[in-house]
């Protein structure tokens, strides 16, 4: 049952992750959501130019504003559930490697359920935590990865 709520939520370079690796998105507790906060907080606006001149109050800007975004950190919680400690040790090695090597270091994140896509590299990993022990049966764990979005587009997936 698992299996048919997770697979194909999430796809990165076109790989469903759940289907390949056994990683999903996961959260701290029920009631959060601080996977699709990270993902769908607009990305901070670039500063305007402004010129400080001492003889006049205030200061001087163009007459029109161009809005730009900043480029911006994501950080994702996945967790990995195993049947065993071999099965688990693959899986999590596997997604780690294909994180980091993306294509050509690149990785297009999509989020089949509310249409978004992001362009994004991996910067590196955090808060690893053992939810099942190895060597008990069934293996879980959850670990944050971090992203930087160079050129945040803010965007449905299918204009992207």
Avoid: C
């Avoid at 048919?4 to 999903?24: K, P």
């Avoid at 688990?88 to 896509?117: I, N």
Wanted: proline share 4%.
């Amino acid at each position: 049952m698992m299996a048919e709520i997770l697979e194909g939520l999430l796809l990165i370079n076109q790989t469903d992750v759940y289907a390949r690796f056994g990683a999903f998105l996961a959260e701290t507790g029920e009631d959060r959501h601080d996977n699709y906060d990270s993902l769908l907080a607009p990305p901070a606006l670039k500063q305007q130019a402004e010129v400080s001149i001492r003889e006049e109050d205030g200061v001087r800007m163009p007459d029109i504003l161009t809005q730009t975004y900043e480029a911006r950190d994501i950080t994702l919680r996945f967790a990995i559930v195993a049947s065993n400690d071999v099965s688990f040790f693959t899986r999590y090695a596997s997604f780690v490697k294909f994180l980091k090597e993306g294509d050509d270091g690149w990785l297009a994140l999509h989020l089949t359920d509310v249409g978004l896509k992001f362009r994004v590299y991996m910067t590196g990993f955090s808060d690893y935590s053992q939810l099942a022990p190895f060597g008990k049966g069934e293996v879980a764990a959850t670990f944050s990865v971090k992203f930087r979005e160079p050129k945040p587009t803010f965007e449905l997936a299918a204009s992207i």
